[in-house]
Each structure stands twice: as C-alpha cells, then as structure tokens.
C-alpha cells in the first residue's frame, strides 16, 4: 500500500509540471513555486506530524488523512485546465498544498507503521522490503501519471486519485487490524519509543 501511494512522488516531480506546461494558461514558473512550496511544508510538519505514529492507530489515522488529502489534491490539479492564468494558479496552489500535507502524513504513517509492524528480529530484512516498495512505486509513478490524468485529463486525474484513496485506506485498516489482534508490535512494548524516535528521523 505504501508502495501504491509514494506514486505521489512522480506526481510532483512529472505529473504537475506536464500538467501545468501543456494544460493549463498557468505560467511555467508555477513549476518551481509549487515545488518550493512543497519542499516548505516538508521542513517545517514532517517532525510535529511524525510525533506519535509509533501508536498503530495514530499512524493508521495519518494514512487515512492522507488517502483523502491526496484524493481531492487530484480532483483540483484537474481542475485547473481551462480556466484563465489566474485561477489556474490558485487552484495548483491550493492542490499543492493538500499533496504536499498528504506526503507528510503518508510518510509518517507508512514509515511509522513499517517499524511497529516488523519483526524484530528480522527488522533489517523489513526494512529493507519496505524501501524497495518506495523504488518500485517511483518507477512506476511516470508511466500511471501518464496513462491516467495526462491522457485523460478530469477523468484520469479522478482514477489517480482513486488509486491513491485505495492504497491510503488500505494502509488504514492494516493497521486498524493490527492494532486489534496480536503481532510484532503488540508482543514488543519495550522499542515503542524508539520505532518514534526512529521515525522523526
């Protein structure tokens, strides 16, 4: 599920700009702003954001926010098609804004939940599964942004945003179910401060 939606990622860094360039009357320097923009909201809610999220429920909570933060972030980039300079602009900065708080939450609640659900005496080996997750969803994240909302426009970016809400419930009852029945997390109570520690990291 974490792998699904760090497709995020290529949506910032190929899908947006495209989208923008070819799509909008938004100038192109919006590019870099919104990417600054995001890279500010990054520095400044990553650590108050990951405060908690080695609590199964509180990192499924972020995942959950996430899904729909980043859902509703695609229906507004489309909605910046078609419309004049001005109001393309507000609208990317507003989508923006919503992408770039579901990242920091999805970072949170997958990096969180990657510690607490990992047995512990193989933790190595889970961590290293969960970042090549991360990989593969960035190599894939070009040819998904392209097929759904660059070919397809309103539609495409509609799917996209469902594929992201799927993957971001899905994180969520993962750990709703985990937090309920036994497992890595519930066997261990002694590492609970370092899975947070590790994740502010």
Not at 70 to 77: E, K, R, T
């Amino acid at each position: 599920m974490s792998a699904v939606f760090g497709m995020q990622f290529g949506v910032a860094e190929v899908g947006v700009p495209l989208w923008i360039a070819q799509d909008t009357d938004a100038p192109e320097v919006l590019v870099a702003i919104a990417l600054i923009l995001n890279t500010v909201v990054v520095v400044l809610f990553q650590v108050p954001v990951s405060r908690g999220t080695h609590d199964l429920r509180v990192a499924g909570r972020a995942s959950a926010i996430a899904a729909w933060l980043m859902a509703g972030a695609c229906v507004v980039y489309a909605l910046a098609s078609g419309v004049p300079a001005w109001a393309a602009i507000t609208i990317i900065l507003v989508a923006t804004l919503a992408h770039s708080f579901a990242e920091v939450l999805s970072q949170a609640g997958g990096w969180g939940l990657s510690f607490e659900l990992a047995d512990p005496v193989r933790a190595g080996a889970y961590q290293g599964m969960f970042s090549m997750g991360f990989s593969l969803g960035a190599m894939c994240a070009p040819i998904v942004v392209a097929a759904t909302a660059l070919e397809h426009g309103l539609l495409g970016w509609v799917a996209l945003g469902a594929i992201f809400l799927a993957s971001g419930l899905g994180t969520w009852a993962i750990a709703r179910s985990a937090a309920r029945g036994p497992g890595p997390a519930a066997s261990t109570s002694a590492p609970t401060d370092t899975g947070s520690v590790s994740v502010v990291a």
